[in-house]
Structures are given as structure tokens and as C-alpha cells.
């Protein structure tokens, strides 16, 4: 069974920075493109992030665009999420998520919270 | 910047059938796009419903289906039921590696 597990949430200051985790289990996570995505308190769902299998390549929302790092370390079957510079706007909980077939987000974790504030 | 969009809100009877629009504020959605659909209820993680237009996730029941209509993805329920009563969300590939959400359609079955 794919299981994703997110952890490293909290609260965090403005300005300030927090590394998430997603364990992942069930599936050889060196087979698969993961993405993060996030959920602002009563909002949508927003892409944030996506990394290719060897974590060569990545791509981000402008909105993280230069403070928002993903990676991933397939010997340890975890992926990370490294934001820096913390703003307001970027509290929310934060999904990672397995890609399927063409390459969407598929197999879902159950979320992070991350907590911007003074 | 190209806009997903969605319907804000549907309803729909029970045992009906609704269809689900996902569209772009300029242009038209194709397969290329590989819209995705996903179901979400408050508190709880999305599920993934459809990827890749009209592929079914694994145990999603086949009252599910994904298409092309016109110039939009559209997801349809048919025989819908009361824990269908969810947000739907659907997600498109815009290239360059990046994705979009659309806003989220709140479906009431009432």
C-alpha cells in the first residue's frame, strides 16, 4: 500500500524557515516525479513544487519561485521541502503527493500544517 | 497568466447525474493538458479521483468518468449519492513543468 507521511510543520515567524518531510513507503520512491502541493485555511488546492526521480530537475509556483527548495534523498525513500523566508501568505497545509500516469499528482499524504505568524 | 477555471458551486438530487467543467480563461483544455480530478471533504487529504483526462484511480467506482467536452475537461457523476457531497478540484499540465489547480467546485447533493 503507498503511504506518504508528512512531518516537520509548525509554527514558524515571518521571515523565518522550516523543512518538511514526506516519508514514503509501499513503492520504490526512485521510480517516481513527487510533488508538493499546499491548502491555505479554507482556500483551494496550489501546486507549489514537482522534482523529477534522480531530483535533477524541479520546478516551482512564482509564488515560492527563489525561496521554496524541493529535494529528495531516494536511499532514505524520503522527500523534503526546504522554504525560507516565510511570509503570512504561505501558511497553509502542505500535501506531498506521488505522481501517476502522465505525471499528476496521484497518491496523496495526509498534510502538513505550517503556521506563519508573529 | 492562464486561469483554471471552475464551476463555484453545483447541486445535484440524488441518484442524478452532474457534470463538472474544467476550463481555461484563454484557450481550449486537450488531452495534452492531462487534466487530473480530485475529491475532497473538510479536514481530510484530496483523493484522487481521474488522471490523465479519463483514467480511473485505483478503487474509484466507474459512477466516476473523465472526458473532453468541447473545449473544457468535465468530469461526470452519474447516480450520485450523499457522500458525494464534496469539493472537486481539478489540476491541468500549462508545459515548462508546471501545474495549476482550478478554484474547486463545491458539489451539494440534496
Known amino acids: 500500500e503507498v503511504q506518504l507521511v508528512e512531518s516537520g510543520g509548525g509554527l514558524v515567524q515571518p521571515g523565518g524557515s522550516l523543512r518538511l518531510s514526506c516519508a514514503a513507503s509501499g513503492f520504490t520512491l526512485r521510480n517516481y516525479w513527487m510533488h508538493w502541493v499546499r491548502q491555505a485555511p479554507g482556500k483551494g488546492l496550489v501546486w507549489v513544487s514537482r522534482i523529477n526521480t534522480d531530483g535533477s530537475s524541479s520546478n516551482y509556483a512564482d509564488s515560492v519561485k527563489g525561496r521554496f527548495t524541493i529535494s529528495r534523498d531516494n536511499a532514505k525513500n524520503t522527500l523534503y521541502l526546504q522554504m525560507n523566508s516565510l511570509r503570512a501568505d504561505d501558511t497553509a497545509v502542505y500535501y506531498c503527493?506521488?505522481?501517476?500516469?502522465?505525471?499528476?499528482?496521484?497518491?496523496w499524504g495526509q498534510g502538513a500544517l505550517v503556521t506563519v505568524s508573529s | 497568466q492562464t486561469v483554471v477555471t471552475q464551476e463555484p458551486s453545483f447541486s445535484v438530487s440524488p441518484g442524478g447525474t452532474v457534470t463538472l467543467t474544467c476550463g481555461l480563461s484563454s484557450g481550449s483544455v486537450s488531452t495534452s493538458y492531462y487534466p487530473s480530478w480530485y475529491q475532497q471533504t473538510p479536514g481530510q487529504a484530496p483523493r484522487t479521483l481521474i488522471y490523465?483526462?479519463?483514467t480511473r484511480s485505483s478503487g474509484v467506482p466507474d459512477r466516476f468518468s473523465g472526458s473532453i467536452l468541447g473545449n473544457k475537461a468535465a468530469l461526470t457523476i452519474t447516480g450520485a449519492q450523499a457522500d458525494d457531497d464534496s469539493d472537486y478540484y481539478c489540476v491541468l499540465y500549462m508545459g515548462s513543468g508546471s501545474w495549476v489547480f482550478g478554484g474547486g467546485t463545491k458539489l451539494t447533493v440534496l
Open positions: 490523465n483526462t479519463n
Open positions: 503527493a506521488r505522481a501517476g500516469g502522465a505525471a499528476a499528482p496521484v497518491y
